[in-house]
Nanobody, 128 residues
């Protein structure tokens, strides 16, 4: 069972930056695709970004393209989400997740239901 733990959330002013991390419980996290999702109060969960495990290919939601960067460091068993030029509308709980099944190393789109392993989330608040 793969366990994921997010960290790095906090309070930041508009225009600021944060870097979230997603640490895996097993040394095989580098084989998994990992996605980041977010959910603001009263809103549906939104896919933010995903990075493939096999090819490192990245995908982004239009709302964060050009501002957020997903990357991974397999030596540290960690996936990062660098968030720059933050806006108040980026305020949400952020979750990392990984798929299971025979193609767990490919990003299955930014669809929450396709990700089996999920972290507990970290809160990001963008406010002046």
């Amino acid at each position: 069972q793969l366990q994921l733990v997010e960290s790095g959330g906090g309070l930041v002013q508009p225009g600021g930056s944060l870097r979230l991390s997603c640490a895996g419980s097993r040394n095989t996290l580098d084989y998994y695709a990992v996605g980041w999702f977010r959910q603001a109060p009263g809103k549906e969960r939104e896919g933010v970004a995903c990075i493939g495990g096999s090819n490192g290919k990245t995908y982004y939601a239009d709302s964060v393209k050009g501002r957020f960067t997903i990357s991974r460091d397999n030596t540290q068993n960690t996936v990062w989400l660098q968030m720059n030029s933050l806006k108040t509308e980026d305020t949400a709980a952020y979750y990392c997740a990984a798929p299971s099944g025979s193609e767990y190393f490919y990003c299955p789109g930014l669809i929450w239901e396709k990700y089996t392993y999920r972290g507990q989330g970290t809160q990001v608040t963008v406010s002046s």
